[in-house]
């Protein structure tokens, strides 16, 4: 391997550092994957520092040939890969947000939903996922909520329909296998949270909110607060 595709290796362990230092690994693969990530980062820091010593040794002895001429190492057009590898150094992709909310597979709350206990109400707020919100909104018709007020967090989704969608992504390993859950929020007074802002919502389940007529359950909300955007972004 030359020293350009040493040079990136490193670069690439150090960003990979980088990202699990600081917590910004969160934003594209489960937070229990922090450990791993960095047995891999050094692996790949040791691995490129090895590999441009190596080059290095090697460069430093030009072999000439009975033409006269002197044959060096390959194209230098790989140190061009270095330039989105520093750019990550500096500036760290955003975690999903709305805009693939509608471009995808969404989670079916429907889906082998089981049967939950009643939340009591008049017991305060209940904090819940989106997911567990969705799944005893559809079933028996969101009898186990019986009018429990309950506390749910996301980010903010467009709806033409009035109100706003509140969604979180669930995933199963990193952001590629990203799906959405969505809860359509009603009865919201005042100015609507701006597209992305992270918010938590109270309310009820809101009317029709367990109906089959569609995936999307409905929360009637009684407050909504902006807050900021948690260290683990998924479900």
Known sequence: ???????????????????????????????GLGPWLVVSAVA???????????ALRGAATVEVHDDGHEHGSGPGVGWLLLAPIAALLLVAPPTLGSYGVDRGSAVDVRAGAPT?????????????????????????????????????????????RGGFRLARYQIACCAADAAPIVV??????????????????TGTLGPGGGSDAGAVP???ATSVVAVPAPDDPYE
């Open 1 to 31: 391997m030359s020293p350009a595709g040493g040079t990136i290796t490193v670069l690439a362990g150090a960003v990979l550092l980088r990202l699990t230092i600081t917590g910004t690994y969160t934003r594209y693969v489960r937070a």
């Open 184 to 201: 359509r929020v009603v009865g919201v007074e005042g100015r609507l949270p701006s597209r992305d802002t992270w918010v938590t919502v």
């Open 218 to 220: 409905v929360l009637a």
């Open 116 to 160: 939950f206990p009643p939340l009591a109400a008049g017991d305060g707020p209940v904090p819940m996922t989106l997911l567990e919100f969705g799944q005893r909104a559809f079933d028996h018709g969101g009898r186990t909520l019986d009018d429990a007020s309950v506390q749910l967090t996301g980010f903010v989704a467009d709806d033409a």
């Open 44 to 54: 790949l820091i040791v691995l490129g520092i090895v590999t441009v010593v190596r």
